[in-house]
Every structure is written in C-alpha cells, then in structure tokens.
C-alpha cells in the first residue's frame, strides 16, 4: 500500500507498507500516542518543560517495522519531499 504524509503545504513523503489490510490510520493514531509519551525520546524541551514533539518519517518507519512487520516485509520510504504526488493513494498529516 502506497502512502503520501502531507506536512502541511509544504511538500510530502511517499512510503510503502507491505499490508493492504491495515486501518493506517488507526495505526498512525497509535504512532502519535507512542510519540507523544515521554518515553519515546522526541520531545522539545524548554526550561524542563515538554512543549512539543520532533520527527521525521524515519521515526514513523522505524516504528511501523518495530510493531507490525517481519524481516521480509518492512516499510519503506519511496520518496523524500516531493512536490507532486498521487491523491488517489492514503493520506497521512503530520
């Protein structure tokens, strides 16, 4: 399955996961509450103050191969800050 992430109108990342089946967006849902806990690490800091979360989409990645997919099948990043994509594939904003 092909994904476009959307960073706002600026531009979009393509992945693939090997999974047509998967609800992704309820498995994003649970990528941004993993993210978000303290414990994941990509948290901006300021005066000992959490005010937001850092990431790219090889933290997305990495995650997703960590939680739901085999040595054989991962997923990947196609392409990087592209500017044209398809919209007929899934989309996920981050």
Avoid at 2 to 19: A, Q, R, T
Avoid at 24 to 41: A, H, M, P, R, T
Avoid at 45 to 72: C, H, P, R
Wanted: net charge negative; glycine share 4%.
């Amino acid at each position: 399955m092909i994904i476009n992430i959307l960073y706002g109108d600026e531009y979009v990342d393509i992945i693939e996961v090997p999974i047509n089946e998967m609800d992704i967006q309820c498995v994003y849902e649970e990528f941004v509450k993993w993210v978000q806990n303290l414990d994941s690490g990509y948290h901006i800091m300021q005066n000992g103050t959490v005010v937001g979360v850092s990431y790219d989409i090889d933290v997305f990645i990495n995650w997703l191969n960590k939680n739901y997919f085999s040595q054989k099948n991962k997923a990947k990043i196609l392409r990087k800050n592209v500017l044209q994509f398809d919209k007929r594939n899934i989309s996920l904003y981050f």
